[in-house]
């Protein structure tokens, strides 16, 4: 049984930081991939960030603009999102993914698994 357990989401200002975490089981990260995706009530979930954790390999959403940081921790079979000068627009819930299928990475179609996801919020 896969398991993902995001934590780290809460309330900031503007100018703020985040650090998200994603704990995994059921299922090594190691050569795989994983992501984070946000979504805003009302509108389609949209890809942050995904990295290929074998490499160390990194793709991040254009909106990112060297803001976020995707890493992964092969010890602890976790992801997670480094975010800086969070901005309003930023505000959504934050869902880690992994059990990627190939083709587009932004699409969260052609992810299998997911967490329940974290609240941020930025003011």
């Known amino acids: 049984h896969v398991q993902l357990v995001e934590s780290g989401g809460g309330s900031v200002q503007a100018g703020g930081s985040l650090r998200l975490s994603c704990q995994v089981s059921g299922r090594t990260l190691s050569d795989n991939y994983a992501a984070w995706f946000r979504q805003v009530s009302g509108k389609d979930r949209e890809a942050v960030a995904h990295?290929?954790?074998?490499?160390?390999?990194?793709y991040y959403a254009d909106f990112v603009k060297g803001r976020f940081t995707i890493s992964h921790d092969k010890v602890k079979n976790a992801v997670y999102l480094e975010m800086s000068n969070l901005q309003p627009e930023d505000s959504a819930m934050y869902y880690c993914?992994?059990?990627?299928?190939?083709?587009?990475?932004?699409?969260?179609?052609?992810?299998?698994?997911w967490g329940q996801g974290t609240q941020v919020t930025v003011s």
């Open positions: 993914t992994t059990s990627y299928r190939g083709g587009d990475w932004e699409s969260p179609l052609n992810y299998k698994y």
């Open positions: 990295i290929w954790t074998a490499y160390g390999v990194t």
